[in-house]
């Protein structure tokens, strides 16, 4: 995708390197990259400059960034069709968040309550580069002059912010970037900690029971369902006080399809071992056929580095005009 097609919106979102893929990634946003990336002209890619905001060896950077491009390719976006790439192979991502930077107040990027969460669990580590994410994140938005923006809802907040910068920079200098929409799906915008159900699900937690990986063996998947927290009511229904079965069903509806009333009526009369049963086979048949993609893509080192040589330059090339563009409205002298 050079330009945009026509009439064709522009939808565009990234995933950070910081370890194997959960389900929350999947249910959150992949599964609707996978949807839109039909009708859409999409731009999906690997966040490895926002990686670094925790400590990483070497090693271990380099790995998780190959294998979280290698799950996009597994999710089955087209990479001729699509531009899929690595953040870190277009160096315009460093040079407009620099920019941006200076259109953003340091009292807004204060308020994300990303950041305050991430330096109260990193606080050896608390540097600058954790409170100017979002801005390196709405410079990744606003390079490509994305439409929408499909993402989970921890990412709400840090959407808006992108959104209020672009319309800053456009009220000093006219019509220059797009404001892009969010897109949050209906179900799964927030996938909980199975063990913590009042927390989101994080594949940087230290528990591990807490999530489910997409490289979970499906044993493991089963296992860690089962043992996931619930309530002591026994009673498959949707309500407050029952985070960790609210979830459980939040899973069943995304992989079948049904709705919380159905899912209700099916489950009438049965106990949680069955519902989680249920859960898990069908999110054991959702996520295997995923993985053993992923399994045959991650041994092809070629095609990866083929599909990122290929997406860098689409990519590149869309980045290097919006930048070059907003330059020029800056009034950076131009030869
Ligand atoms: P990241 O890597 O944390 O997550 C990738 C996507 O998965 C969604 N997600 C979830 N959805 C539902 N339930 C959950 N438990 C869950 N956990 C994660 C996230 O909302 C996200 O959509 N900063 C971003 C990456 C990024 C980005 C961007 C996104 C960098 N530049 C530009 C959009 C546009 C992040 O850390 O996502």
Same mark, same amino acid.
């Given at each position: 995708m050079e330009t945009q097609t026509e009439n064709k919106k522009i939808v565009l979102s990234f995933v950070q390197s910081s370890g194997a893929p959960t389900i929350g990634n999947y249910f959150g946003a992949f599964k609707n990259w996978h949807d839109m990336a039909q009708e859409n002209d999409c731009i999906f890619g690997v966040a490895d400059l926002h990686a670094i905001t925790v400590r990483n060896t070497p090693a271990d950077l380099r790995r998780r960034s190959k294998e979280m491009y290698a799950w996009l390719l597994a999710l089955g976006l087209d990479p001729e069709k699509n531009v899929i790439f690595? *953040?870190?192979?277009?160096?315009e991502h460093a040079l407009m968040a620099w920019i941006l930077n200076c259109y953003t107040m340091f009292g807004e990027a204060s308020r994300m309550t990303q950041f305050k969460d991430k330096s109260a669990r990193h606080a050896d580590n608390v540097n600058v580069g954790l409170f100017t994410y979002p801005i390196l994140m709405a410079a990744d938005i606003l390079l490509y002059n994305a439409d929408m923006v499909p993402v989970g809802d921890d990412q709400k907040q840090h959407l808006e912010i992108a959104r209020d910068i672009a319309e800053r920079f456009n009220g000093i200098?006219?019509?220059?970037?797009k404001v892009p929409a969010p897109y949050i799906g209906k179900k799964g915008a927030r996938i909980l900690s199975? *063990?913590?159900?009042?927390k989101k699900m994080s594949?940087?937690?230290?528990?591990?029971?807490?999530f489910i990986s997409l490289t979970d063996p499906d044993a493991v998947i089963a296992k860690k369902i089962k043992s996931a927290v619930t309530d002591s009511e026994a009673c498959v229904r949707y309500g407050e006080g029952k985070d960790g079965i609210n979830n459980l069903m939040a899973l069943y509806a995304c992989c079948t399809g049904l709705d919380y009333d159905a899912i209700e009526r099916d489950f009438a009369g049965k106990g949680y071992g069955d519902f989680k049963a249920a859960v898990a086979e069908a999110v054991v048949a959702e996520i295997s056929p995923v993985r053993s993609e992923y399994e045959r893509i991650i041994a092809d080192k070629a095609y990866i580095e083929q599909c990122m040589a290929d997406g860098a330059e689409k990519a590149r090339r869309i980045a290097a005009r919006t930048a070059r563009k907003v330059m020029k409205k800056i009034g950076f002298y131009q030869i």
């Open positions: 690595m *953040q870190s192979h277009v160096q200098y006219g019509d220059v970037l199975l *063990q913590e159900p009042d594949k940087s937690d230290p528990n591990e029971k807490s």
